[in-house]
């Protein structure tokens, strides 16, 4: 048995996840975990390297990393693809001036053998701020239309107010979880039902 398989059985049993969150730099990744896990937003520096998080949703334990995203720091991404069960992309929804960037190095990433199949969720941030881009009009800016290699889903979000931060999670975790844990011996029926709806939720509309 190769050390792989040993891994993906010890995390299987385990019910965990590792979810990468990446984005240009003050696009509020570190905001959203911390208001994820309850803790204060007042004060936040910009991450110059990486945090780790590890927290529970459901009955899973997700185990995330926060890399900081300074144009300095981006070649250095490739360290942490391994495992990569998700990709959260957030996005800074009033920055138009660095879209097409952000657009470049989220297609870049998506071309990455390490990050294959892994799911995305990318959280179109600071929908209260005046001027923010909406979740429509930024699916369309980074053409997440021509995704197809990944189930991706982009939700509106507020990592101040946060607002849909929850709703993001649990979509990200489900679709993680129906391609980790899903069991084969569930009847055949059924697994094609949860196929059908990977789909549907492999499809990104924005949600109402």
Request: overall charge negative; some cysteine.
């Given at each position: 048995m190769g050390l792989l398989t040993i891994i993906r059985k010890a995390r299987r049993k385990e019910?965990?996840?590792r979810i990468l969150f990446l984005g240009l730099d003050n696009a509020g990744k570190t905001?959203?975990?911390k208001k994820l896990n309850g803790e204060d937003i007042k004060s936040i520096s910009?991450?110059?390297g990486f945090n780790i998080k590890t927290f529970t949703h459901g009955k899973y334990t997700l185990n995330i990393w926060?890399?900081?995203g300074q144009r300095t720091l981006r070649p250095y991404w490739r360290n942490y693809f391994e495992q990569t069960?998700?990709?959260v992309?957030?996005?800074d929804?009033?920055?138009r001036m660095r879209m097409a960037?952000?657009?470049d190095e989220l297609h870049a990433l998506l071309t990455e053998d390490r990050l294959a199949g892994a799911s995305l969720l990318v959280f179109a941030n600071k929908q209260d701020l005046q001027g923010s881009l909406s979740a429509s009009e930024i699916q369309q800016t980074l053409d997440l239309g021509a995704i197809t290699t990944h189930h991706w889903r982009i939700w509106p979000c507020s990592a101040v107010t946060g607002a849909n931060l929850v709703e993001g999670l649990d979509w990200v975790v489900g679709d993680v979880a129906g391609r980790l844990y899903y069991s084969s011996t569930v009847p055949a029926a059924s697994a094609v039902k949860r196929e059908r709806e990977g789909e549907r939720q492999g499809s990104g509309e924005v949600p109402v």
């Open positions: 019910k965990e996840m905001t959203i975990l910009p991450t110059l926060d890399v900081g069960d998700a990709l992309w957030v996005v929804s009033t920055d960037d952000c657009k």
